[in-house]
């Protein structure tokens, strides 16, 4: 189990960190939004308010640590382009190599000036081992999930409860900060 959630910590730190430019990192997120929601914006819309509200009830840490999501995979996470907060995990989801709307693998809090946690995103994640690199990429959303080599694994964001100019499946988010805590990974 500490194997897995070292590798998932892995993934999540490199999912952010490769690939373009913050500036053109943001434009192709907002064309993969657009196209995704053009190939079916009734089918994308309703997975996003089904993810909403399956994880709503996790704006409650404790529900939400309660409900499996319990294993602290990173500290909070920032970069020059935003910022991504915690990640907890579900290691049941993690290690079942299914992609589902409703079934996030992580879901990413940012810490709060009173010390509490707030729900801003979510993030899927599947080990090469479960779904091989040689094979198609997992999809959700109408969006392929971008490899991430150094360890292993495909990644999918989706920031359903902060709003992302960068995008609502982009990588970092801007309006997500770690300013109300000591526990950084600056990337």
Same mark, same amino acid.
């Given at each position: 189990m500490r194997g897995s959630a070292l590798l998932l910590a892995g993934v999540v730190m490199l999912g952010g960190c490769g690939g373009e430019p913050a500036s053109t990192e943001a434009a192709a997120s907002l064309r993969a939004d657009a196209a995704a929601l053009s190939q079916g914006s009734a089918g994308v819309g309703d997975q996003l308010a089904a993810l909403r509200q399956v994880t709503?009830?996790? @704006?409650?840490?404790?529900?939400?640590?309660?409900?499996?999501?319990?294993?602290k995979i990173t500290s909070c996470m920032t970069s020059a382009e935003g910022g991504m907060g915690f990640h907890y995990g579900n290691m049941g989801y993690i290690t079942d190599g299914v992609a589902r709307a409703d079934q996030p693998e992580?879901?990413? $809090?940012?810490?709060q000036k009173n010390g509490g946690m707030k729900l801003v995103a979510v993030e899927y994640?599947?080990? $090469?081992?479960? @779904?091989?690199r040689s094979a198609a990429p997992p999809m959700l959303f109408g969006l392929p999930f971008k490899q991430v080599d150094a360890f292993e694994l495909w990644g999918l964001h989706a920031w359903v409860w902060q709003?992302?100019?960068?995008?609502?499946?982009? &990588?970092?988010?801007?309006?997500? /900060?770690? &300013? /109300?805590?000591?526990?950084?990974?600056?990337?």
């Open positions: 709503v009830k996790f @704006h409650d840490f404790q529900a939400a640590k309660d409900a499996g999501w319990n294993a992580l879901l990413l $809090y940012e810490p994640i599947i080990p $090469y081992a479960l @779904h091989p709003g992302n100019p960068s995008g609502t499946f982009a &990588d970092w988010n801007p309006n997500v /900060n770690c &300013d /109300n805590t000591t526990d950084i990974m600056p990337m």
